[in-house]
């Protein structure tokens, strides 16, 4: 099980939550109310998924693919640790992650 800490762009937690190895990031967020759209449903065409990685779980993710690191340049408030959160899924070694959602989202929560 991983443990995910998805955070507010202001820093505050939105949501925690422990999934199973083989799920799917953006998954875990859509479940939990989240507000990443997943426009394209993974194929990443929209990246509405995005999310910014904590910088000491960064590198335990893996490398991006190219077509992820394109659909990076063209996103708003992009990071040095950003992903596509359906890009990611949690693997059985990573025990911990933390996750930091970009402003200007559709809020389906009130976040
Ligand atoms: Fe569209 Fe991730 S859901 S790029």
């Known amino acids: 099980m991983t443990r995910v800490r998805f955070l507010k762009w202001d820093g505050c937690l939105a949501a925690e939550a ?7 990031l953006l998954e875990l967020a859509q479940r939990l109310g989240l507000p990443l759209e997943g426009t394209c449903e993974g194929a990443m065409a929209c990246s ?3 999310v910014i990685v904590a910088p000491a779980d960064f590198p335990r993710l ?4 190219p077509h992820e690191e394109d659909m990076l340049d ?5 990071a ?5 959160s359906c890009q990611v899924i949690l693997e059985a070694d990573l025990e911990a ?3 930091r959602l970009p402003p200007g989202h559709a809020d389906m929560r009130g976040l």
């Open 74 to 78: 063209f996103t708003p408030h992009v």
């Open 62 to 65: 893996g490398p991006l693919s």
């Open 80 to 84: 040095p640790t950003s992903r596509l």
């Open 18 to 24: 422990e999934a199973p190895a083989g799920t799917r």
């Open 48 to 50: 509405t998924c995005h």
């Open 97 to 99: 992650l933390e996750v």
